[in-house]
RNA sequence: GCGGGGGUGCCCGAGCCUGGCCAAAGGGGUCGGGCUUAGGACCCGAUGGCGUAGGCCUGCGUGGGUUCAAAUCCCACCCCCCGCACCA
């Protein structure tokens, strides 16, 4: 291990020395940009990120070896919320944060200084670069850079890139729902929550106003207004206070949390008063949608502090009213306690409105008798009844006859115009509330806000969806089964709030008091990348970040405006502007962007809507490449279940070489499925690697043998044919393919070779191999494949050497089906051995030559798309042969159908067989003997088909 | 609910698009053998059941179907994972 560990310091900092991955333009010579998103640099890398940057840096690899100058940048994502959250949680002395910084290893006194979240960004940028550099990734460091305001190159352009936007007309106000803190007096994302609060968000929701006959407005908040027509009562909880609120000029009654939340809501309130849950039982209000008059009753699963805290009671279509009816009818006595008369509650009935296909009675009765539900206290089989009984009737329903002009309406169809219709009248309006109750990582109870004037990136304008499904339709997409999730996305994606306050960002330019949100300034900066050279060092390019105007990104990037004019304005020098503008020139479009499956319907779909947007047709991104995500033993990394492993413990453990090995055998070809990362794999990489190089050492140069030998030509076309398939799967960003097929089957296949040639390799095969084997093994081992290519002594790196080219002329599908048949007869050879008692000697009886003819005839009617029952009759209409031959052989291919794929020539077959009679004599320890069927002794030579020798053991 | 990915032998995992070379690659584990003072590493063999000649039976989530032939194609169902936005 710590062998391996120094040869990978050795060649990271030869090739930091020799710059190789340093890429600067080279006109005429062909380029290729790769991308790996930037990541959010609020913890260590682990190997969920490792994983996806790992493919990127194959593809660059690879893509250098063929001769590409390859570019392949990086930077660091601060912009957003996480970080200023966990500053502030520090600063509030907050354990747990306190723990992972310790955990990620930051020296206890230096705990103080991540209060600021500035120091965070700056950590955290280093200690990435340290441990990608050390993870082997071969990236052009120049072009570093990192987001937000604390880098103001780059935060002047992303305001070029929304002043372009907002010329173009993309950006636009609009309001929005979020879930507030009313105590911060902030918006409340997930990392704001403790964590079993996470992915909350606000729901649409009606409230419907029953009105007392003094006036006082019930507002019921409900899901299902269509149900309206069923109301029996109304619910409160008797223990609650609620508070009198003139609420846009009417007086309601309502729990203060629902106060809160309608008034940021755009409606004015005002309070007035409080009142007990149990004064208002009893009351009577009028259902708005038949006017009917309906009592106010006690409900303890009525939750004050959720929507309104009043609640319409349908018992017919609700599990918890149905519930809460029963009990009350149970009790009388505690009507009585609040002066109701029970009588009233016992002539209650559930009033049916909807009907489900299937379904006589209630539904909702069936529900609650098939979970044995008894009482209202039983919340979480309540809650699934619920749920069975929305989704059932909101899809199937119908409505029925007392439901007036809705009858005979699917629910679907219902539900919008009873709202519509209430609204109108003034008794209806739509909120957004909480599902369940969300608190802020402060304690403070959050509700739902509707921002007013934020701003929007107009997704849905159709002339832009329609520029980025041509931008699509025009790139390579690995795989290419993802395109359309992509059409999808680009076809459902709404405008998009892309400002905030009061997080790390860039401001918006023309209205600074918004920043700019995270995903929002992430979507053409790959294209920075090419200048970044220039701009994150402007002191040495004498200018300074504020010299970066608008002027100056039109300029470099689309090519408007005369330098020197443009020079003189903006104070950049003009050899900078011409150096930058023939940097974008040379290295864009982006040729591929490798991202984790998680990306594809925000960041990537952006990226192409960004793209359209602002470049010309020419530099929109040519290709995408997307990959699942890593698991580790089976299992989603984390820390609770022990198997989260950070990128500097794996280096630390297995090296860069060997866990860049694991990674690519977890899983890394393109496609959404996860990948399942097993260290016991990286142990044995480790041990294999080491191998390698030992192997190298110890045969290169080595003199064999010189004489040619039929498994040479096996080899031979075997090798050729596993670079010429792992080219291609490398193409695809198939890296594990690639790699099985590239190392273990040709490890495989070598071994076989050696056992054929009786551990002699043809001396120029043996050196061929070493080679092949060594660049196969480069993009995915390169500080292991330098250590071989440097014991060869070669010149140079193995990570510029040239990929290997197959050559074709050797390439011999008819050889290496021959070859097959040996390894497959062998096979059959064992087998049959296992039931014959001592045997001394193996006849391999090779079929006759007109079952060849035969074969290849009905092979060729195969080919031509016959059934086989029909294509095998071509056996009939082969010259010479009789018919009970004929026929036997019509049965013997009809049984044994593969033989079909599997013959090679007979010459060929012959020969193989003949060359490895002796490996058979050692094998099975037996005499061998190889004869054709012609001249055949033994008594089963007629069941010898061509692909299929017949055996004998005598 | 809408959309996507998946369910393969003790474990991991290929195959599935383009049906037969599939009792199903390759690892791992286990068992046996070699090497070794021993262990490790390494090498060889075995690893669903039955079978004294290459065969038969069972088998790729479940149940049907198409076909001479299905892990692969079609239909229905069950289960797991993920996305559905203001969040990186």
């Known amino acids: 291990m710590e062998r391996l560990k120094a040869v990978e310091e050795k060649w990271q900092r030869r090739w930091r020395e020799a710059r190789i991955f340093e890429a600067d333009p080279e006109p005429g010579r062909p380029k290729f940009m790769v991308t790996f998103p930037f990541p959010y640099v609020n913890s260590l890398p682990h190997l969920g990120g490792a994983f996806t940057i790992l493919r990127v840096d194959l593809a660059a690899r690879f893509k250098r070896m063929q001769g590409y100058n390859v570019l392949f940048p990086q930077g660091w994502h601060a912009t957003g919320g996480p970080i200023v959250a966990s500053a502030l949680r520090l600063r509030q002395g907050d354990k747990k944060i306190v723990r992972i910084l310790l955990e990620q290893g930051v020296p206890r ?17 280093r200690e990435w670069r340290r441990d990608l550099e050390r993870y082997g990734l071969s990236i052009d460091w120049r072009r570093e850079f990192h987001t937000t305001y604390l880098n103001p190159s ?3 352009f992303v305001e070029w890139q929304y002043l372009k936007l907002r010329e173009k007309g993309l950006v636009g106000k609009g309001s929005h729902p979020v879930v507030w803190c009313p105590r911060e007096q902030k918006v409340v994302g997930d990392h704001d929550r403790p964590d079993e609060y996470a992915g909350i968000s606000p729901v649409e929701a009606y409230i419907i106003k029953f009105r007392s006959r003094d006036g006082l407005v019930f507002p019921a908040l409900t899901f299902r207004p269509e149900t309206v027509f069923g109301v029996t009562n109304l619910w409160v909880h008797p223990e609650a206070t609620y508070v009198i609120a003139e609420v846009d000029g009417e007086e309601w009654v309502l729990g203060e949390y629902g106060a809160r939340e309608i008034a940021d809501q755009g409606h004015r309130v005002v309070i007035k008063g409080r009142i007990k849950g149990s004064e208002l039982i009893g009351k009577m209000v009028e259902n708005p949608a038949n006017r009917m008059s309906v009592i106010v009753l006690p409900a303890s699963f009525v939750d004050p502090e959720l929507g309104t805290g009043v609640v319409m009671s349908v018992p017919a279509h609700a599990p918890f009213d149905y519930v809460a009816l029963m009990d009350l009818k149970r009790r009388p006595e505690e009507l009585a306690r609040y002066g109701v008369d029970p009588g009233i509650v016992e002539r209650l009935e559930p009033v049916k409105l909807i009907s489900v296909p299937g379904v006589e009675g209630l539904l909702v009765e069936e529900e609650v008798r098939k979970r044995g539900i008894s009482s209202q206290e039983q919340r979480e089989e309540l809650e699934a009844a619920t749920r069975e009984v929305y989704s059932k009737e909101f899809y199937e329903g119908v409505m029925l006859e007392v439901t007036g002009r809705f009858a005979g309406m699917p629910v679907k169809t219902a539900k919008e115009l009873v709202v519509e219709w209430l609204a109108e009248k003034g008794d209806a309006l739509k909120i957004y509330t909480l599902p369940r109750p969300v608190y802020c990582r402060c304690g403070a109870r959050t509700h739902v806000k509707i921002v007013r004037d934020q701003w929007f990136i107009l997704y849905s304008r159709r002339d832009w969806k329609e520029k980025a499904r041509k931008a699509l339709a025009g790139m390579h997409l690995y795989p290419e089964s993802v395109r359309k999730d992509f059409e999808r996305n680009i076809e459902e994606l709404r405008d998009w709030a892309f400002t905030h306050k009061g997080e790390l960002g860039t401001r918006l330019p023309w209205d600074p008091e918004w920043v700019i949100e995270s995903l929002s300034d992430s979507t053409i900066y790959m294209a920075y990348y090419t200048i970044a050279k220039y701009t994150e060092h402007s002191e040495d390019y004498g200018f300074k970040p504020e010299n970066l105007t608008p002027e100056v990104f039109d300029y470099v990037f689309l090519g408007e405006g005369d330098p020197e004019e443009v020079s003189r304005r903006s104070g950049v020098p003009r050899e900078v502007l011409e150096a930058m503008r023939r940097e974008f020139e040379y290295w864009y479009p982006l040729d591929l962007r490798i991202s984790g499956k998680d990306l594809i319907p925000n960041h990537l779909t952006f990226m192409i ?27 989603k990394m984390s820390k609770s279940k022990g198997n989260f492993i950070t990128l500097r413990q794996a280096l630390e453990w297995w090296g860069a070489d060997a866990t860049r090995w694991a990674e690519v055998m977890a899983g890394a070809d393109a496609g959404l499925d996860d990948a399942n990362f097993e260290p016991s794999v990286a142990d044995s990489a480790v041990e294999l690697l080491l191998g390698w190089i030992d192997f190298v050492k110890s045969n290169w140069g080595r003199r064999a043998r010189d004489e040619e030998r039929w498994i040479d030509k096996w080899f031979e076309s075997r090798l050729n044919s596993t670079i010429k398939r792992v080219t291609q799967l490398m193409e695809e960003t198939n890296f594990k393919s690639a790699l099985v097929e590239g190392y273990y089957k040709l490890q495989e296949d070598w071994r076989w070779y050696l056992k054929r040639a009786g551990g002699e390799p043809r001396s120029d095969i043996l050196k061929r191999f070493i080679e092949v084997q060594t660049l196969l093994i480069a993009p995915f081992a390169p500080h292991t494949a330098e250590e071989a290519w440097e014991a060869m002594g070669k010149e140079g790196f193995a990570n510029t050497a040239s990929w290997p080219e197959p050559d074709e002329s050797k390439i011999d599908e008819a050889v290496e089906r021959a070859e097959q048949v040996v390894i497959d007869t062998l096979e059959d050879a064992r087998e049959i051995r296992k039931f014959v008692k001592e045997p001394k000697k193996l006849i391999v009886t090779v079929a006759a030559e007109w079952k060849y003819r035969a074969l290849e005839a009905v092979a060729r009617e195969r080919a031509s798309g016959k059934p086989l029952r029909e294509a095998a009759r071509a056996v009939f209409s ?15 291919i009809m049984k044994n159908p593969e033989v079909l794929a599997r013959f090679a020539p007979r010459s060929l077959e012959f020969a193989a067989l003949k060359d490895a009679a002796s490996l058979y004599a050692k094998e099975l320890d037996v005499e061998v003997i190889v004869e054709p069927e012609e001249e055949g002794v033994s008594p089963r030579k007629a069941q010898a088909l061509p692909g299929k020798p017949a055996l004998y053991y005598e």
């Open 609 to 635: 809507f960004h793209h359209v947007a602002i470049f010309p047709e020419e530099k929109w991104p040519r290709g995408i490449g997307v990959n699942g995500w890593i698991l580790v033993m089976g299992e």
């Open 878 to 892: 082969v010259d010479g042969v009789d018919k009970k031959d004929a026929a036997s052989l019509f049965q013997a």
């Open 154 to 156: 780059f935060s002047r």
């Open 109 to 125: 006194e230096e705990l103080d200084r991540f209060k600021d979240p500035e120091y965070w960004v700056r950590y955290f940028t």
